[in-house]
């Protein structure tokens, strides 16, 4: 069965730091590319950060860069987002997301976020 689960969500200050973690299993994980979405509420879920199956190459999304890093540890069955410098518009629900092939794509259920003084 496969199974995405998001961890490390919480309530901090602006200008603080969370790292979440993504442990995947029942599937490869080392096929897979990594990703880290988010929804605000109100909002349609929006890209963050991915990541390549080897960890080669991530990319970001603009309102993130400089300060969010995504990382992966395929000896763990982990992707990790490292999230520094947060703002209260970074408060969302946070996914994770694996991607091999159109429609051979998994979901965890989310973690959430709040940026708040």
């Known amino acids: 069965q496969v199974q995405l689960v998001e961890s490390g969500g919480g309530l901090v200050q602006p200008g603080g730091s969370l790292k979440l973690s993504c442990a995947a299993s029942?599937?490869?994980?080392?096929?897979?590319?990594m990703g880290w979405y988010r929804q605000a509420p109100g909002k349609e879920r929006e890209f963050v950060a991915f990541?390549?199956?080897?960890?080669?190459?991530?990319n970001y999304a603009d309102s993130v860069k400089g300060r969010f890093a995504i990382s992966r540890d395929n000896a763990k069955n982990t992707v990790y987002l490292q999230m520094n410098s947060l703002k209260p518009e970074d408060t969302a629900v946070y996914y994770c997301?694996?991607?091999?092939?159109?429609?051979?794509?998994?979901w965890g259920q989310g973690t959430q976020v709040t940026v708040t003084s």
């Open positions: 990541i390549t199956k080897t960890g080669s190459t991530t």
């Open positions: 029942g599937f490869t994980f080392s096929n897979y590319a």
């Open positions: 997301k694996a991607a091999r092939a159109p429609g051979d794509v998994y």
